[in-house]
Nanobody
Framework: QVQLVESGGGLVQPGGSLRLSCAAS????????MGWYRQAPGKERELVAD???????NYADSVKGRFTISRDNAKKTVYLQMNSLKPEDTAVYYC???????????????WGQGTQVTVSS
């Protein structure tokens, strides 16, 4: 039983900020890379940012310099601080994690249910 639950989405004006959180729970042995993806209406899901277990980060060019991904391994939580938000950031944001459960011998991807981020004036 592994779950990823996102929170922190909402409606914000252009230039505003939001902080997304994604907490993993369940019988987790280890979590490798975690990331945030987003999917806007009519578009494919795309990687926004990810972060390895040791803290190495990767960002999509479209968000680099504006978004910051971080994680708290003790809390099994990944965050996405989103600043200087633009209307084109509007999307459902999904948390993803490569998780090894206690009953498993390999990592598998888990997805959160998504949280809506709407940037509009």
């Amino acid at each position: 039983q592994v779950q990823l639950v996102e929170s922190g989405g909402g409606l914000v004006q252009p230039g505003g900020s939001l902080r997304l959180s994604c907490a993993a729970s369940g019988s987790i042995f280890s979590i490798s890379t975690m990331g945030w993806y987003r999917q806007a209406p009519g578009k494919e899901r795309e990687l926004v940012a990810d972060i390895t277990s040791s803290g190495t980060t990767n960002y999509a060019d479209s968000v680099k310099g504006r978004f910051t991904i971080s994680r708290d391994n003790a809390k099994k939580t990944v965050y996405l601080q989103m600043n200087s938000l633009k209307p084109e950031d509007t999307a459902v944001y999904y948390c993803n994690g490569a998780v090894m459960g206690y009953s498993a011998s390999t990592y598998r991807n888990y997805w959160g249910q998504g949280t809506q981020v709407t940037v509009s004036s």
